[in-house]
């Protein structure tokens, strides 16, 4: 039986639905922060005093960094710049894949009404030869695992 070797991190695909598509508004070259936390309370127990009881409470989820090269034109930001501007908050679902050789998903995440609660760019620097990149970060409900 051959050993499981985990698939790699850098090929995914990361779609804001319900945004025009446009194959260079979707390059994100970074994803973090997709994660589920199961929040707990704590109940002291009367007359029991070495210990504290847990109580699984409600699944938090973390905010979504998107990262990628500063686009100048983009669906994606015109989302971002509605809410800033005119507090306009558009919740968006947004699917990441994570994709094999052939560009079919292995995996997928479902992430449901997400919307902007950051936004930043790199340092300006002229003694660095980089790219400016931008990061979008997403506040959301929840998600859900997609068979791949």
């Known amino acids: 039986m051959p050993l499981y070797t985990p698939p790699p991190g850098f090929h995914f695909l990361v779609e804001v639905l319900g945004l025009p598509p446009d194959a260079n508004d979707i390059r994100f070259v970074e994803v973090g922060g997709l994660g589920v936390e199961i929040a707990t309370e704590d ?4 007359g029991e005093n070495r210990f504290v009881q847990k109580y699984p409470v409600r699944a938090r989820f973390g905010d979504l960094t998107l990262k990628r090269g500063l686009m ?3 669906a994606v930001w ?9 507090l306009l908050i558009e ?7 994570l994709l094999n050789e052939q560009h079919v998903p292995l995996m997928a995440w479902h992430l449901e009404g997400a ?3 950051k936004w930043s760019i790199s340092d300006l620097n002229a003694s660095n030869n980089a790219f400016v990149v931008e990061s ?3 506040s959301y409900r929840r998600f859900r695992r997609l068979a791949g």
């Open 136 to 138: 979008l970060q997403l």
């Open 115 to 117: 919307w902007p609660v």
């Open 43 to 46: 109940v002291p127990e009367g």
């Open 91 to 97: 919740p968006k679902d947004v699917h990441v894949s």
């Open 72 to 74: 100048t034109r983009s």
């Open 78 to 86: 015109q989302w971002i710049e509605r809410a800033v501007d005119d």
